[in-house]
Antibody, heavy 120, light 108 residues
Framework: EVQLVESGGGLAQPGSSLRLRCAASGFSFDDYAMHWVRQAPGRGLEWVAGISWSGNTVGYVDSVKGRFTISRDSAKNSLFLQMDSLRAEDTAFYYC?????????????WGQGTLVTVSS | EVVMTQSPVTLSVSPGETATLSCRASQSVSTDLAWYQQKPGQSPRLLFHGASTRATGTPPRFSASGSGTEFTLTIASLQSEDFAVYYCQQYMIWPFITFGQGTRLEIK
């Protein structure tokens, strides 16, 4: 069974950093691109970042470029999101999502989410 | 950026009836469109990809169609578990992946 378990969320001050982790199991992690999608409380979904199965190609939504870094560790079957220079508007649930077919950019499995709150 | 616009924002339908949800893209996305269902307190769940390809576990009362800029999600014989928020998502151009704002399907 595919499982995606996010961790690392919490309360952060504006300008500070957090590192999210997504522990993946139940599928061949190296064969799939992976993504982060966020959802501000009571709001809609926003794709944040994605990474190819090899880790060689990454992409970001404009609002986080230069501040967030997506990475993956195949030895640990884990996906990461390094979040620097956090802003209040980054407050959201952050979901780890598995790509549907290799690298298709639709998401067939989602984690339960981890809440990031940016506030002083 | 491809802007995805869903309508209506809220749809009130009685159980047993049919709900029709729309999603419009600001430019053609061919059939690079997915639909998701999200219930309160839960993560989104994939319903369709490729505009009309049913994901594993999507009940047959759900159907999806469209191409280019106009897409439709239809839910026939609505059941209580179908009342949720539905999102469309285009994925035509990497890394410009965008979602619609969602349609809340509520019980009438």
């Amino acid at each position: 069974e595919v499982q995606l378990v996010e961790s690392g969320g919490g309360l952060a001050q504006p300008g500070s950093s957090l590192r999210l982790r997504c522990a993946a199991s139940g599928f061949s992690f190296d064969d799939y691109a992976m993504h982060w999608v966020r959802q501000a409380p009571g709001r809609g979904l926003e794709w944040v970042a994605g990474i190819s199965w090899s880790g060689n190609t990454v992409g970001y939504v404009d609002s986080v470029k230069g501040r967030f870094t997506i990475s993956r560790d195949s030895a640990k079957n884990s996906l990461f999101l390094q979040m620097d220079s956090l802003r209040a508007e980054d407050t959201a649930f952050y979901y780890c999502a598995k790509d549907g077919v290799g690298w298709s950019n639709w998401f067939d499995r989602w984690g339960q989410g981890t809440l990031v709150t940016v506030s002083s | 950026e491809v802007v995805m616009t869903q309508s209506p924002v809220t749809l009130s339908v009685s159980p047993g009836e049919t709900a029709t949800l729309s999603c419009r893209a600001s430019q053609s996305v061919s059939t690079d469109l997915a639909w998701y269902q999200q219930k309160p307190g839960q993560s989104p769940r994939l319903l369709f990809h490729g505009a009309s390809t049913r994901a594993t576990g999507t009940p047959p009362r759900f159907s999806a169609s469209g191409s280019g800029t106009e897409f439709t999600l239809t839910i026939a014989s609505l059941q209580s578990e179908d009342f949720a928020v539905y999102y469309c998502q285009q994925y035509m151009i990497w890394p410009f992946i965008t979602f619609g704002q969602g349609t809340r399907l509520e019980i009438k």
